[in-house]
């Protein structure tokens, strides 16, 4: 993937228009309601089992990234192109967080007297940031993984202890 790349997944992106939607791989934990986040109990007994179990995935830029820690950031150092790679990095985020601020919100980020909104664009910054970097040192991964599932218009918001990612 180059930077292009993840500059035409972060344009053409969905942006949350698939939240709760089936998806066609095994490989993630689909969830189609956020209600195991409500503060009630539900009668299902698989989502409040992940609710339960679930980390969520970072949504705020001050969070440090479960995956690489400070990797990314110890290489960038070590190319010496700190400041080239940030300028590329906040380009990106700049573009994204254009397109995130036509989101208005969705009813299913809405759980009891929880809106999730400002969490799933703060993860989609985060992600973003993050897949650039990779993008930026040649070792696109994860973070990249996640911009996929977010063009595809769903939320990656958190991680099982089995590793396996969960999606709204």
């Known amino acids: 993937m180059k930077l292009e790349d993840l500059r035409l997944l972060v344009t053409e ?15 993630f934990e689909w969830i189609n309601t956020l209600d195991a986040w409500s ?3 539900t009668d299902n ?29 110890k290489r960038v150092d070590e190319l010496g192109k700190a400041a080239e790679f940030r300028r590329a990095s906040l380009d990106i985020y700049k573009t994204t967080l254009s397109r995130l601020r036509k989101f208005d919100g969705h009813i299913l980020l809405l759980a009891g007297p929880h809106d999730f909104t400002e969490a799933a664009r703060g993860a989609a910054l985060f992600a973003v940031r993050r897949a650039s970097y990779e993008v930026l ?6 973070w990249c993984s996640m911009l996929t599932i977010y063009h595809a218009g769903h939320w990656p918001c958190g991680i099982m202890p089995t590793n396996k990612i969960v999606v709204l």
């Open 13 to 27: 992106a969905s942006w949350f228009e698939h939240l709760g939607e089936p998806g066609n791989t095994d490989d």
């Open 137 to 142: 040192i040649g070792k696109p991964a994860f």
């Open 45 to 73: 007994f698989r989502l409040e089992t992940i609710a339960d179990q679930m980390a969520w995935l970072p949504s705020s830029r001050d969070q440090s990234d479960p995956f690489h820690g400070r990797e990314l950031e």
């Open 39 to 41: 503060g009630k109990q």
